[in-house]
């Protein structure tokens, strides 16, 4: 029990940290910088606070990444480069966005086969249950 | 009214389904208990160490950079005054320092100086050599993202394991010191 | 009262669960009418209990018992009286208690409004919810007691987290699992059904006024999580494709399906295995979404403490349930397909197309949560699934079915009517135009934005022409049933939802400024001005509380107050600001003091971000709406032979061919 409430108390402990986000003026350039520096950001996983992006992290380690890629936008590196640098050094774990790659494929081709799965399910139901239009009897009543 | 028959064993599909992710939470449930999700895998293992050049804590005007490090293995060890775990590992570092049989270096992670030093000084310094980093930008060449973390590096420069949180003498017994002795087997 | 009575109210209501699974449902088999009239008694007795407990549990917040470890954990001496009750379900063990509490709740109802149901089928019923009853009690006295003691007791308790003082988990919890559970009656009917070989459909009948209470819940405790992390955790997001937030999705998009298959099987007996699997489906997620939440097994802000064995018991719980039902299913549901055949441009196949999205973009969620633990099971490394994985599939799936939806109700059961289609379409299209031109003359620009205000004009435009047309076409008195009332405030309430969703995202402005006293940024048309920052003090915790004053071409709009709490605990909490608005949101929050006087703050000009919420009521509307309709009043003990005979009115043959 005392281990029990130690973990729970852990699991609170670290919560805590979430509380607080991040408000980090940086001094952009103009409007499309930033709008720019959102869009990437948000699409970037905090390695410490984990279920944080990089924008809304408050912890230093984010803090330090976000001047890194102000930085860098600053120095002209396009979006692809910022985040092949950060993908060299934390793995593509910080990628909200997975790459595709052997192991993504189940994931980004996931969807579509489910999706293609359905649409032949529903073509063979279709097909089974409609009759001309013609052939069907008119009912009485309100039709709703 | 058309009534169609089916085949019956259509039927079973979603259950094959769902028995199947049943199989993946037991799997991940299993991967829970056995790993830290904080725990990040390194994409620079088996690749070449960042270049650094950083200040000795002892004293800023020297630098080491990692040229001066070829040639042998060594270990980095990240820590911090401020970091909790840290305070953790230093018994285990000051127990192992001497067993490692390669040097033991200290990476003093966005820290003042002074504070490091105070820490070393009340707990006992583990380390062979201690270089600072106050503003991190090197330590994310090197992908830490907290302290304490653990990098082994080999004679030519290359990071051939990582460790993330303290040491333990579990890890250490399992881990390190197995790759360690593989490096002195490949006798550079 | 002593916290020891609660935890033996707990055990008596595991018994009385073990009994009103069993009882009940041998009776059904044998016939026995004694047998089957411990149903009722049984759910009431398991209600009675269960509230105790919870009574019990709020009573020792109310009194600061911190004996009580949960309430040590969970609340504080300082905080106000409201937070205090709702700390009730503020971590794992009293959510579990409430969970309960719900489901007894539901049961009851069923219990109070069911009694002219066939009593072997209602037996049944009772008994499935006894046996889903029974697995969630006996994991909260073997693995979540909320009732533990901390021996000695602190003076004061660790406070409840800061996070969670909002109004936000006053409602959010409830109406949440008020949805999520509230899917267990439609599980019970469909697994009577199953249990009892009903060889009718008529359950489904009496099934789809519980379906659809269950999604307008789940539908408006969704919102409130919006509402919640909207105000509360100081993004200015409104949805994240968190896992936790994605577990509740879930239940949400095969409810919705649900509806609709239920719909089709009511009315014109297809569907009826499709149904079936739905009814398992939306209550199986419910359960996931819960194992997820509690078993500690994806990363996410809202997960609970967790301990290992609470996410096993959890796991077997689920396979237990889910597994049993769909092997049941796979031994019993009809072997036939059966139902009317129709035409293939008619309501029937509309449907169809809407299930399947619905069913697909859930499989795409699911797909996209669990992923991460496949990366993690075959040791290919970690991956992160997020928003840019969620977002673009979701809009590519929803995209067939928005561009159907206004033609679903303005087909006809069976037959098609091309002609109403090809009117509707031109007018629709019409309508789309006009408002594109509108948006383009009032300053839309790009074409996210253009695309928001056609889909959401295309969607809104369908519910008002099939309006008109029920208007010019139906009787006096039987122009709008409920059951119709609540579609067309559903549906508009997705056009509502997608003209929110799509406009907040393209036109909102966020910036991150740092001010001092005096000074003043420009967001849109609107400019704040920073007025400094004072202390400020709660009842358990102190504020600084910055003052903006915010300014339209030099008119005062509002003066907003943004705080910056530190709680009792130590734990920092930021408060925004907000002024809402029907077309505009103002947003402001406090950040941290950067030297030389200097604050950072955050400020939102978010346009159209209530039509979100808006829309999410309206949809809750609806699905009430549709609980009201005169179809599904039970009239007496309806056997199932006969069900099926309530008299249409008779209508003019003018109306029934549906001309516009």
């Not at chain 1, 919560?15 to 607080?20: E, F, G, K, R, Y």
């Not at chain 2, 939470?25 to 990040?40: K, Y």
């Not at chain 3, 999580?225 to 200015?236: D, F, K, M, R, T």
């Not at chain 3, 939802?497 to 991150?512: K, N, P």
Request: with cysteine; hydrophobic share 50%; charged share 15%.
């Amino acid at each position: 029990m005392k281990r029990l409430l130690a973990l729970a108390l852990l699991a609170f402990a670290l919560t805590l940290s979430v509380n607080a986000f991040a408000i980090d003026p940086l001094p952009f350039q103009n409007t499309a910088q930033r709008d720019r520096f959102q869009h990437l950001t948000r699409e970037l996983r905090c390695m410490v606070c984990q279920d944080e992006s990089l924008l809304a992290s408050n912890a230093d380690f984010a803090k330090q990444l976000r001047r890194q890629i102000f930085d860098m936008m600053q120095q002209g590196k396009s979006d692809r480069e910022i985040k092949d640098w950060l993908v060299a050094r934390y793995s593509t774990f910080i990628l909200y966005d997975p790459p595709l790659a052997p192991a993504t494929l189940a994931l980004w081709f996931g969807t579509p086969a489910i999706a293609l799965a359905g649409v032949i399910v529903v073509i063979v139901l279709l097909r089974r249950r409609t009759r001309p239009a013609s052939t069907i009897a008119e009912e009485p009543g309100d039709d709703w | 009214m058309n009534e169609v028959a089916r085949r019956p064993g259509g039927r079973f599909v979603p259950l094959a389904i769902f028995a199947a992710l049943v199989v993946f939470f037991v799997i991940g449930l299993v991967w829970n208990q056995t790993h830290d999700a904080r725990f990040v895998p390194s994409p620079l293992i088996d690749k070449p160490a960042p270049a650094f050049r950083l200040p000795r804590l002892e004293n800023p005007t020297q630098f080491v950079t990692k040229a001066d490090m070829l040639g042998k293995p060594y270990l980095i060890n990240v820590f911090a005054s401020w970091c909790f775990a840290c305070g953790d590992e230093h018994p285990v570092l000051m127990a192992y320092r001497d067993k490692f049989g390669i040097p033991l270096i200290g990476y003093d992670y966005k820290d003042a100086p002074q504070d490091a030093r105070a820490w070393l000084q009340r707990h006992g310094d583990p380390y062979h050599e201690v270089i600072t980093d106050q503003s991190g930008d090197t330590a994310i060449n090197f992908g830490v993202y907290g302290a304490p973390e653990t990098y082994l590096i080999d004679a030519k420069g290359i990071i051939r394991y990582k460790h993330i949180g303290p040491l333990t003498p579990e890890v250490i017994a399992k881990d390190l010191e197995p790759k360690i002795h593989a490096l002195a087997q490949e006798g550079t | 009262m002593n916290p020891e009575l609660g935890q033996v109210a707990l055990i008596l209501a595991v018994v009385l669960a073990a009994l009103q699974c069993v009882l009940p449902i041998i009776g059904a088999w044998r016939g026995s009418k004694p047998l089957m009239a411990t149903a009722s008694t049984l759910a009431i007795g398991q209600f009675v209990f269960v509230a105790l407990a919870f009574g019990i549990l709020m009573w020792a917040f109310w009194t600061n018992d911190f004996s009580v470890a949960y309430v040590a954990q969970n609340s504080n001496l300082a905080l106000p009286w409201f937070y205090k009750l709702s700390a009730v379900w503020g971590a794992h063990e009293g959510s579990l208690l409430l969970w309960m509490l719900i489901l007894n709740s539901w049961t009851l109802a069923l219990v109070a409004l069911g009694g002219k149901l066939p009593q072997a089928f209602f037996s049944r019923v009772i008994g499935v919810l006894g046996f889903v009853a029974f697995g969630f009690l006996l994991y909260m006295i073997t693995t979540s007691n909320p009732f533990l003691r901390l021996l000695p007791a602190p003076v004061n308790g660790a406070d409840l987290n800061p996070v969670l003082q909002d109004p936000g988990l006053v409602f959010h919890p409830p109406l949440l699992y008020m949805g999520y559970v509230g899917f267990s009656v439609a599980f019970a009917f469909a697994i009577a059904a199953l249990l009892g070989g009903e060889l009718k459909s008529t359950w489904v009948r009496w099934s789809r006024p519980w379906t659809n209470a269950a999604w307008g819940f789940l539908t408006v405790g969704i919102v409130a999580g919006s509402a919640w992390a909207y105000y509360e955790l100081g993004w200015g997001g409104w949805w994240f494709w968190d896992p936790v937030e994605n577990a509740s999705f879930m239940p949400w998009l095969i409810g919705a399906a649900l509806i609709h298959a239920q719909a089709i099987t009511d009315k014109r007996d297809g569907l009826r295995a499709w149904t079936l699997l739905l009814s398992i489906f939306a209550f199986a997620f419910s359960l996931l979404g819960t194992f997820l939440v509690r078993s500690g097994l994806l990363t996410s802000v809202h997960a609970f403490a967790f301990a290992p064995s609470r996410g096993i018991f959890i796991l077997v719980y689920l396979a237990v349930v889910v597994g049993g039902s769909l092997l049941l299913y796979a031994l019993r549901a009809p072997k036939v397909s059966g139902g009317k055949t129709f035409a293939l441009a008619s309501r029937e196949t509309m449907m169809v197309i809407g299930n399947l999205m619905l069913t697909v973009a859930c499989a795409m969620v699911l797909l996209g949560t669990l992923y991460p633990l496949v990366g993690e099971a075959l040791n290919i490394g970690r991956i992160s699934v997020g928003p840019p994985y969620f977002g673009p599939l979701f809009l590519i799936l929803m995209t067939p079915l928005v561009l159907a939806l206004p033609f679903g109700p303005l087909s006809r059961w069976g037959k098609a009517d091309l002609k109403v289609w090809r009117r509707a379409l031109i007018r629709i299209v019409a309508l789309v135009v006009i408002a594109g031109i509108v948006a383009f003359a009032l300053g839309a620009r790009g074409w996210y934005q253009l695309l928001g205000v056609s889909a959401a004009t295309w969607v809104m435009a369908g519910v008002v022409l099939f309006a008109i047309k029920r208007w010019r076409e139906a009787p006096r008195g039987h122009k709008y049933p409920f059951e119709m009332l609540g579609m067309m405030l559903a549906h508009f309430g997705i056009g509502v939802f997608i003209a929110g969703a799509i406009l907040t995202r393209s036109m909102s402005v966020e910036q991150d400024v740092s001010m001092r006293s005096g000074g003043n940024v420009a967001v849109g048309s609107y400019d704040f001005h920073f007025n400094g920052v004072t202390e400020t003090q709660g009842p358990n915790y102190q504020a600084q509380q910055g003052t903006v004053v915010i300014t339209r071409n030099g008119r005062q709009v509002v003066t907003l107050h943004p705080q910056k709490r530190t709680y009792s605990g130590g734990q920092v909490q930021t408060e925004a600001a907000i002024q809402a608005g029907v077309f505009r949101d103002l947003y402001v929050s406090l950040g941290d003091p950067i030297g030389d006087g200097a604050w950072s703050l955050r400020v939102y000009n978010k346009p159209f971000v209530r039509w979100i919420w808006g829309g999410g009521v309206l949809m809750m509307l609806g699905g009430f709406a549709v609980v009201l309709d005169k179809r599904f009043r039970l009239k007496r003990a309806v056997e199932p032979e006969t069900a099926r005979a309530e008299p249409k009115p008779e209508l003019p043959r003018k109306l029934a061919e549906g001309e516009a």
